[in-house]
């Protein structure tokens, strides 16, 4: 069973919208972070949160809002969404200061802006 | 700020043939390394971490040693197998994670 799951698993969205994207993790990690991954970059950082606070913020745009209304759930609100936006998002979360700094991810969310 | 540079792919190589995917890293703090592997329709996962300098990593038959003085740790299997297809990225950090562009590795039987 999977242990972090992201939820669509397909979005297809008009530019000029607003989308959520669900993450929610059953390992009983603190740290949970999102990921982007676009047919023109590698994998990169967006954000990274701690006990639900907000502990690094990589994304340029404030259009980019995370949301954690549980330990466990970690959800990315995408406002005024252009085709730019189009990507793979992957939810991960860690154990920081338990001696295995692994990110376990998520299966993503393939997000199509037309 | 902190980066990763690797093999650029895609790559395809014959069952039983030897890999080596090079990556070179550039931080100014002590380095955290890990080879993350990534299979069609799933998120990147943990193959190893590179441990100390002149120490090795290794899993599955995959294994890197990290050489502080060419700031590199690059990925080597001796004899690949088909079930090893898949996109390799070299990773540096710790939560915050700086990932290399993914070396596309594709096994002929």
């Known amino acids: 069973d999977p242990k972090i799951i992201q939820k669509p698993k397909y979005l297809v969205a008009v530019t000029g919208s607003e989308k959520i994207l669900i993450c929610e993790q059953y390992l009983g990690h603190n740290a949970m972070y999102w990921y982007r991954q676009s047919a023109k970059k590698p994998l990169e950082f967006m954000f990274s949160y701690s006990y639900q606070k907000l502990m690094d913020n990589q994304t340029a745009s404030s259009r980019f809002q995370p949301q954690s209304s549980k330990k466990n759930h970690l959800d990315l609100q995408i406002t005024a969404l252009k085709p730019d936006d189009s990507a793979t998002y992957f939810c991960a979360s860690s154990q920081p200061g338990q001696g295995d700094e692994r990110l376990f991810f998520g299966h993503g969310t393939k997000l199509s802006v037309l | 700020g902190d980066s990763v540079t690797q093999t650029k792919g895609p790559v395809t190589l014959s069952e039983g043939t030897s890999l080596t995917v090079n990556c070179s890293y550039e931080?100014?703090?002590?380095?955290?390394l890990f080879w993350y592997v990534q299979y069609p329709g799933e998120g990147p996962q943990l193959l190893f971490k590179v441990p100390k300098a002149n120490e090795k990593g290794s899993n599955r038959g995959f294994e890197a040693t990290y050489d502080k003085g060419t700031t590199s740790f690059h990925l080597q299997k001796a004899s690949v197998q088909e079930s090893d297809s898949a996109v390799y990225y070299c990773?540096?950090?710790?939560?915050?994670?700086?990932f290399g562009q993914g070396t596309k590795l594709s096994i002929k039987p």
């Open positions: 990773v540096l950090g710790q939560g915050k994670l700086i």
């Open positions: 931080t100014k703090q002590y380095p955290t």
